[in-house]
């Protein structure tokens, strides 16, 4: 038997601290009967939850890792009728993407549809490294780069110290790939930060997320984690 929230949690109805508000503001039945007590456990497989009278989907937690390509929206739907992460995955599962990247901007993207998994790895104090390889306009100096590690001053605040290595130069195109290392998760925040500094983004992947890398993937391709990367997975968040 599992706790009423946690199960909403998984089922990615909401976070399990909504879930609780939902619960708390009766919302939520099991076997028909109003529950409101948090403490209450259910058996998935044997009693019928239902929020706001729709039931809970119970299907098994999958987790996949996708190759995300450029020009393709970390989104389920699109009302523009962009192509979509999903569009990589048949319907046998209701995935969604853990966190975002941006349309242009390819690499490693975590699909599951275990809720609870995914509000704990997108939550800001859990600081999951997220490693990405940039090319950039023009060659940075040692101190534009220092900025970037120290942390830098953006319109919604200022960034939490990075890790940033110089990676290589071309004299001949002006241009340089910078690999560099965050935690946090704003809105285009790689790009933001380099063009903080006079040197504007061309070309962004990210290549790791966590321990987790795209070795053995091609772009547009996907592969459904291991049991013990889950683990490691969920160990990385609860020991942060």
Do not use: C, W
């Not at 058996?43 to 890792?65: I, N, Q, S, W």
């Amino acid at each position: 038997m599992e706790r009423l929230q946690k199960i909403i949690a998984q089922a990615g109805v909401a976070s399990r601290r909504k879930a609780e508000e939902l619960i708390k503001e009766g919302r939520v039945t099991v076997n028909g009967e109003v529950v409101t007590e948090l403490g209450t456990k259910v058996t998935p497989r044997k009693d019928k939850v239902e929020v706001d009278g729709v039931p809970l989907d119970r299907e098994e937690p999958v987790y996949y890792m996708l190759y995300k390509p450029t020009g393709v929206i970390s989104s389920v739907s699109d009302d523009k009728g962009r192509r979509v992460v999903t569009d990589f995955f048949s319907n046998e599962h209701r995935l969604f993407p853990v966190g975002r990247l941006d349309y242009d901007t390819s690499g490693l993207l975590l699909m599951t549809n275990d809720g609870e998994l995914a509000n704990i790895l997108m939550h800001p104090k859990y600081k999951i490294t997220k490693m990405y390889m940039a090319k950039v306009q023009g060659v940075p100096s040692r101190e534009k780069l220092k900025q970037l590690e120290k942390g830098i001053m953006l319109e919604d605040g200022k960034t939490a110290p990075a890790r940033v290595k110089f990676v290589s130069g071309n004299p001949k195109t002006g241009t340089s790939i910078i690999e560099i290392s965050i935690h946090e998760g704003r809105n285009r925040q790689v790009r933001r930060m380099f063009e903080a500094i006079g040197h504007p983004v061309l070309k962004l992947k990210r290549e790791m997320y966590g321990f987790l890398t795209l070795k053995g993937l091609n772009t547009g391709e996907a592969r459904e984690l291991r049991p013990h990367e889950i683990k490691q997975l969920r160990e990385l968040a609860e020991n942060k």
